[in-house]
């Protein structure tokens, strides 16, 4: 199957730091891109949804200035978290649609500690 | 709007008993129906899809799912379970036929496979 690169998988940051993460497509174009985050042993909450070329689509209380998302390619989607603070710590997981099917194609995740 | 319940939170079994994680939505329009599993600190991958056509839906590792529209259910099954098959299991569902709508996903199972 299609495949979808997030990096880096882990970072430790100090509280007030910014954080960039990156996910990419290596094998497929993705017009339409989404963010979802994971506190530990619950569900994915999705955050946003990036489209290449255009702002982000932030889903209701995921302050937008905080999770700067952008999608500059159509293999490129990038999160960047501003200004850290610990309860930003989560599990972030961006994934990628090929094609028309609804299937979803999943990066690794990458796990965000503040200290 | 779109909803997806995981009526267990926590299901243990013993190896090679059969198993059924539990799925409901709700949703007025087609949709599409993924079944995704997620093991420790990694991203998900997905177990099986059911966009249209046959509702029994085989998928890797010896799962399946039923899709029943009349009891908007989609229960994933396997006769024989084996220790490598515990994990975080997620129900998710999509619009049909919108390439560019995110997954929704329920809470989460947590399969706990014992000898």
């Known amino acids: 199957g299609a495949v979808v690169s997030q990096h880096p998988s882990r970072v430790i940051c100090k509280s007030g730091t910014s954080v960039k993460i990156e996910c990419r497509s290596l094998d497929f174009q993705a017009t339409t891109m989404f963010w979802y985050r994971q506190f530990p042993k619950q569900s994915l909450m999705l955050m946003a949804t990036s489209n290449e070329g255009s702002k982000a689509t932030y889903e209701q209380g995921v302050e937008k200035d905080k999770f700067l998302i952008n999608h500059a390619s159509l293999t490129l989607s990038t999160l960047t978290v501003t200004s850290a603070h610990p309860e930003d710590s989560s599990f972030y997981i961006c994934?990628?649609?090929?094609?028309?099917?609804?299937?979803?194609?999943f990066g690794e995740g990458s796990r965000l500690t503040v200290l | 709007a779109q909803s997806v319940t995981q009526l267990d939170s926590q299901v243990p079994v013993f190896e090679e008993a059969p198993v059924e994680l539990r799925c409901n939505y709700s949703?007025?329009?087609?949709?599409?129906l993924f079944w995704y599993v997620q093991y420790p600190n990694q991203g998900l991958q997905l177990l099986l899809k059911y966009l249209s056509g046959s509702t029994l839906v085989k998928g890797i590792n010896g799962f399946e799912a039923e899709f029943n529209k009349s009891q908007t259910s989609f229960h994933l099954r396997k006769p024989s379970v084996h220790i490598s098959d515990t994990a975080e299991y997620f129900c998710?569902?999509?619009?049909?036929?919108?390439?560019?709508?995110?997954?929704?996903f329920g809470k989460g199972t947590t399969l706990s496979v014992s000898s």
């Open positions: 994934s990628a649609r090929a094609g028309g099917t609804g299937e979803l194609f």
């Open positions: 998710a569902v999509s619009y049909a036929n919108q390439a560019g709508t995110a997954l929704i």
């Open positions: 949703s007025s329009v087609s949709v599409y």
